[in-house]
């Protein structure tokens, strides 16, 4: 049984260290928060006081933070993950970063003797805490091999999208996109029907047996209407972030991107507004323009 690591205890790396733990991996972790480390080792797993601690105790280590630069300093700093794990060890990149700063990344691991798995996720906070994530994994296929168990343990579903470092962000900037406008769509729904005077449970309802409905829908519709914008594990800064990843890319290979672009601009409205606020919140930014509110 592989000793596994997990570098960053938020929303997305606390679930993954918690069905670790479930599917009886010796699990470690490190979060600069004391909180989070303290919630890990109520949980069963061990509390580590830095990076190098969690590559000295670990086979296999997630990276869970949320900047390129973060990895960066996770993997290449004098404390860090490449100078202490040892051979054959592997890094599941799960952060979603630019494909660019992936790509340079395995290159400068390369000749290192420690895998890297270009693994970033969706399925949000839910996905992570259940243990049924999407990853979308690119690595060399005997690295992909050995350590699909321990990716197994937090997933449902995994992907193999392709052998080298960036190919698991550029699908993951695709699919953000996607969401991203969906996201989008169902915020200006949800302010159209509350103008219109139609009730949050009955759009709700609508939408969620309709063609319409799915994960990202139905769970803001139930946001929107219940008025919860904040708590619910889907901090909007992770989708901002995400949304000025998939415009980069577009940007950089000179593919428009007419609705991603509407959905960063609304992103970066609710943003600006609310900094503390979810996805959802917004929603908030275009009921105040329209002066009315979506209630159940």
């Known amino acids: 049984m592989k000793r596994v690591g997990v570098i960053g205890l938020g929303n997305m790396g606390s679930g993954i ?3 670790l733990l479930l599917n009886q991996f010796e699990t470690c972790g490190y979060d600069i928060v004391d909180t989070k480390r303290a919630a890990l080792t109520e949980l069963g797993g061990t509390a580590c006081s830095n990076v190098r601690d969690v590559a000295q105790h670990s086979d296999v280590v997630h990276i869970v933070v949320m900047t390129g630069d973060q990895v960066k300093d996770v993997i290449f700093g004098d404390e860090g993950l490449l100078a202490h794990l040892a051979k054959g060890s592997a890094i599941i990149l799960n952060a979603t970063i630019k494909p660019r700063e992936a790509i340079d990344i395995a290159e400068a691991m ?22 049924t994530l ?7 296929t005997e690295a ?32 953000q996109a996607i969401i991203g406008g969906m996201f989008s769509a169902t915020f200006e729904a949800a302010a159209l029907a509350a103008k219109a005077g139609v009730s949050g449970e009955v759009l709700y309802n609508v939408v969620s047996t309709s063609s319409a409905g799915n994960t990202i829908t139905n769970t803001s519709l139930e946001n929107i209407i219940d008025r919860r914008f904040e708590g619910t594990g889907s901090h909007i800064d992770t989708m901002h972030k995400d949304l000025t990843i998939s415009m980069n890319l577009g940007e950089e290979l000179g593919v428009p991107l007419y609705t991603a672009a509407a959905a960063m601009q609304l992103f970066h ?4 507004k ?21 209630h159940r």
Not at 134 to 139: K, R, S, V
Not at 149 to 168: P, Y
Not at 269 to 272: D, F, I, L, T
Not at 274 to 280: A, E, I, L, Q
């Open 134 to 140: 999407t990853y979308m994994a690119a690595g060399q």
């Open 269 to 272: 409205a609710g943003r600006s």
């Open 110 to 131: 390369s000749g290192s003797g420690i895998h890297l798995i270009d693994s970033p996720m969706s399925g949000g906070f839910p996905g992570a805490q259940s243990g």
């Open 144 to 175: 992909l091999d050995e350590f699909q168990v321990v990716m197994e343990a937090s997933s449902k579903t995994i992907h193999r999208v392709g052998t080298d470092g960036g190919q698991g962000q550029t699908v993951k900037a695709c699919l």
């Open 17 to 19: 260290a918690k069905n």
């Open 274 to 294: 609310y900094p503390d606020g979810d996805n959802w919140v917004a929603t908030r930014v275009i009921e105040e323009i329209i002066g009315a509110e979506l």
